[in-house]
Nanobody, 111 residues
Framework: QVQLVESGGGLVQPGGSLRLSCAGS????????ITWYRQAPAREREWVAS???????LYADTVKGRFTISRDNAENTLFLQMNSLKPEDTAVYYC?????WGKGTLVTVSS
């Protein structure tokens, strides 16, 4: 059974940093591409970043240069390092593998 469990969200001030994690199980983690999405209040879910099995990364323009996606295949874990956070980064952040989604972790950027 595929499971994706996000963690690491919380309240942070503008300009601050957070590191999100997504623990995967039930599939061959090291051989798959995985993606971060986010959904802000009253907005549609949007793509944030993706990483291939080989470690190549792609980013949405809104986060490029501030967020870094990475993975630890030995620990079956995906990460999203978020720096220089802005209020508009406030959202529930989800990881996704194929058609499987985690339940998300809430990030709130506010002073």
């Amino acid at each position: 059974q595929v499971q994706l469990v996000e963690s690491g969200g919380g309240l942070v001030q503008p300009g601050g940093s957070l590191r999100l994690s997504c623990a995967g199980s039930g599939f061959t983690f090291s051989m798959t591409g995985i993606t971060w999405y986010r959904q802000a209040p009253a907005r549609e879910r949007e793509w944030v970043a993706s990483i291939t099995s080989a470690g190549s990364a792609l980013y949405a323009d809104t986060v490029k240069g501030r967020f870094t996606i990475s993975r630890d295949n030995a620990e079956n874990t995906l990460f999203l390092q978020m720096n220089s956070l802005k209020p508009e980064d406030t959202a529930v952040y989800y990881c996704k593998f194929n058609d499987y989604w985690g339940k998300g972790t809430l990030v709130t950027v506010s002073s």
